[in-house]
């Protein structure tokens, strides 16, 4: 009970901040060239070692688990798809969701790093959006940092007891608003303020891309809610055997 | 309440979470450009010169739609022949054991 007042609260709280944030931004990826090429190499190498790590996890998954292929192929298909859908926001500006919480929660956040960078990559070159040269650091943001926000608050939340929906609402929610504070951080580091310095920067980018970010997280949130209702009913054994669902659940 | 009656209420506040920007900031331009932080970098150093161009850009806003809307379609034709598979093979497994 206690845990329903909370999300209602959390959500009244978010749909303030949305009513009262600055008007006229944008938000999506680093564009194409637009980080200095010392940071373009830092956060390429950054992501390197998560990349690696995913494809061996993916590789240990469909070896012991054949018959998740279709499932992770869902996974994919779901951040395709979110990726894609460029919605408008309160601050009178566009911007779109990552679609990565889902893939997080189920195969875990090394795996969804693989399947994150494939999506920006298909994006960089067949929509010149984000970019080839900005690759890593939105690899970094989008396809590391989002993935292990998420899982990180499903593994927290379930701990607390919270109910399985909530838990995977708050994951893909949050992981999708921390991809886009990463962005303003890359942002702000390569591109301090002259007056305020990094802060300065932080907070400027954040209203850009952060803010706008709001009630997209939001909806993909409900949307990974949405696709785990879907799962859960038609795919119980799949989500037992990746240890998502507990046997009492299921019976739910 | 059935799966399919929670997922409707979901999927509406979604759509309201699109519709009701579109009300209230009515006269807005809703630009999906990276136009903004463009502007803020170049603000922030005015100097500075993007070092890489995109390898090919889509010749139009139109034909930009026309992938947006194929990257979305690929990946919801997936996922509706997923649902529809695990269906099929629920309903199967209910038959087997009548």
Known sequence: MSGKICSMLAFVYLLTVMFVSPANAYAMHIMEGFLPVQWAVLWAVLSLPFLIAGVISIKRTLRDRPNLKMMLGLAGAFA??????????????????????????????????????????????????????????????????????????????????????????????????????????QLALAFPAEVGGFMASFIKFNTIFAVTQVPLAISEGLLTVVVFNVLAAYNSQELQELSVLSKEEVQI | MSIAQKNLILV???????????????????????????????????????????????????????????????????????????????????????
């Open chain 1, 80 to 185: 395709f798809v979110l990726s894609a859908l460029k919605l408008p926001s309160v601050t009178g500006s566009c911007s779109h969701p990552t679609g990565v919480g889902l893939g997080a929660v189920l195969f875990g956040p090394a795996a969804m790093s693989v399947l994150g960078c494939i999506v920006l990559i298909f994006q960089a070159i067949l929509l010149a959006h984000g970019g080839l040269s900005t690759l890593g650091a939105n690899t970094f943001s989008m396809a590391i940092v989002g993935p292990f926000v998420a899982y990180g608050v499903y593994k927290i939340t379930q701990k607390l007891g919270a109910p399985f929906w909530l838990a995977v609402f708050l994951a893909a929610a949050l992981g999708d608003l921390l991809t886009y504070v990463t962005t303003s951080f």
């Open chain 2, 12 to 98: 509406v506040f979604v759509l309201l979470l699109a519709v009701v920007p579109l009300v209230i900031k009515g006269g807005a331009e809703f630009g999906g450009a990276d136009g903004q932080a463009e502007e803020a970098i170049t603000e922030i150093q005015p100097d500075y010169e993007p070092w890489f161009q995109s390898i090919w850009e889509p010749p139009s806003g139109e034909i930009e739609g026309l992938l947006f809307a194929l990257q979305a379609a690929a990946g919801a034709g997936f996922i509706c022949y997923y649902f529809g598979y695990m269906r099929g093979r629920k309903q199967q497994e209910r038959e087997k054991r009548v």
